[in-house]
């Protein structure tokens, strides 16, 4: 079934054009086929138009009596408009909608083509209610999102105080709406003191907390960038910051997107700061690996430093090997499953087969040493 024209704005552009009406049908726009299309997808498709949309429509007799009458599997009556315009006549709001500031997501970044600036959205934070809201000119328009955005972050501390009460002991540093490069839509991103947790909404039970859509544990996660992006220009930037991951299938990149310079800011100090704290609270991470030809342990400590040693039942028989971290000239990898540690000294440079990917042990290595350095007082 077609997407329907249920509204008319007046004065907006769909009014100016004087060729649309309440009823049509939207074929396609831009060229892009809406015939079988989903309400999220139509919205999508409307996202993406440039400065100049293409609609193409077809009028559906008597609309009212269309979804009355209408029966499954048969396709809608098509019909040419009325000779008369009928526009939607000025009425008193009947209709309200309410959305609660309780996390919701408040942007300006996903709105319909807008060369006047008046536009922004509010989503709840279930995400099953949105409302674009058109104010009578750019300052009014930038007062109510701020508005918004000011009585909803004030809400972030009983937000935090929910998501405690689903899981006891669960330290939220902070959280807030992003966007993911290549996504239109927003995820929920809460960052605990292990890891960046991603959700599609506001987690409501211990399981859906539990379970998020993805999981980015801190210690193996890296800022990579965090600025203005390339391609924007001074009028609209586009804000954002890049994380790098070490994974057991390889180095991951992601770019998010967010709306403000304050929500760049705390994301990308928190990110960083999360990361040296993930390092201090974990302290020590082994895993299995082969050197010389003999089955061992490696640890890794952030203050012991290095250690290979052989195991037995779960306990630390014979140690083979133990390098501090000032010791360590230089680190890389195959990006397959050799890692390279270079102590210097009649040993020079070791080879561990880790029997898997090395990035997770490297990116490890290196939150270790970065969170040393930070103790020394050498970061900002």
């Not at 100016?16 to 074929?27: C, N, R």
């Not at 959305?99 to 408040?106: F, S, T």
């Not at 304050?262 to 299995?288: F, P, R, Y």
């Amino acid at each position: 079934m077609p997407i329907l024209i249920s509204k008319i704005f007046k004065g907006l552009a769909a009014d100016q054009t004087e060729a649309l009406y309440v009823g049509d049908a939207i074929l396609s726009v831009n060229g892009c086929d809406l015939r079988e299309a989903t309400h999220d997808e139509a919205v999508q498709a409307l996202k993406k138009t440039g400065k100049e949309v293409i609609l193409e429509v077809k009028y559906i007799k008597e609309m009212s009596a269309f979804f009355k009458s209408a029966s499954p599997g048969v396709p809608p009556v098509m019909d040419s408009p009325p000779s008369t315009p009928q526009k939607q006549p000025d009425t008193a709001l009947t209709e309200t909608r309410t959305i609660p500031l309780k996390m919701c997501h408040a942007t300006r970044k996903q709105c319909p083509p807008d060369t006047e600036d008046r536009y922004f959205e509010v989503v709840s934070a279930d995400r099953k209610k949105s409302v674009f809201l058109r104010a009578k000119d750019p300052a009014m328009a930038q007062s109510w999102y701020n508005a918004i955005q000011k009585a909803s972050a004030a809400l972030l501390s009983t937000v935090k105080d929910d998501l405690r009460a689903l899981q006891p002991g669960l330290d939220i540093r902070h959280i807030g709406w992003i966007i993911e490069q290549g996504s239109e839509r927003a995820v929920l991103a809460v960052l605990t003191d292990r890891d960046l947790m991603l959700y599609s909404s506001l987690p409501e039970s211990r399981e859906s907390l539990n379970s998020p859509d993805k999981s980015h544990p801190l210690i193996t996660t890296r800022l990579v960038h965090s600025g203005p992006g390339k391609s924007s220009s001074v009028q609209d930037s586009e804000l954002t910051f890049g994380i790098r991951l070490g994974t057991k299938q390889g180095v991951e990149t992601h770019l998010f997107h967010v709306d403000t310079a304050k929500d760049l800011s705390t994301w990308s100090h928190l990110l960083v700061e999360g990361c040296h704290n993930a390092a201090e609270l974990i302290q020590e991470v082994t895993t299995a690996c082969s050197w010389n030809g003999q089955q061992c342990m490696l640890s890794v400590h952030i203050d012991n430093g290095f250690s290979l040693f052989t195991e037995e039942a779960g306990v630390r028989r014979h140690i083979l090997l133990q390098q501090p971290f000032e010791r360590l000239r230089m680190s890389s990898d195959d990006g397959v499953r050799m890692i390279f540690l270079d102590f210097g000294g009649p040993e020079a440079e070791i080879q561990l087969d880790l029997h898997a990917c090395p990035k997770t042990i490297v990116f490890i290595i290196h939150s270790f040493l970065s969170a040393k350095v930070k103790r020394l007082g050498l970061l900002a």
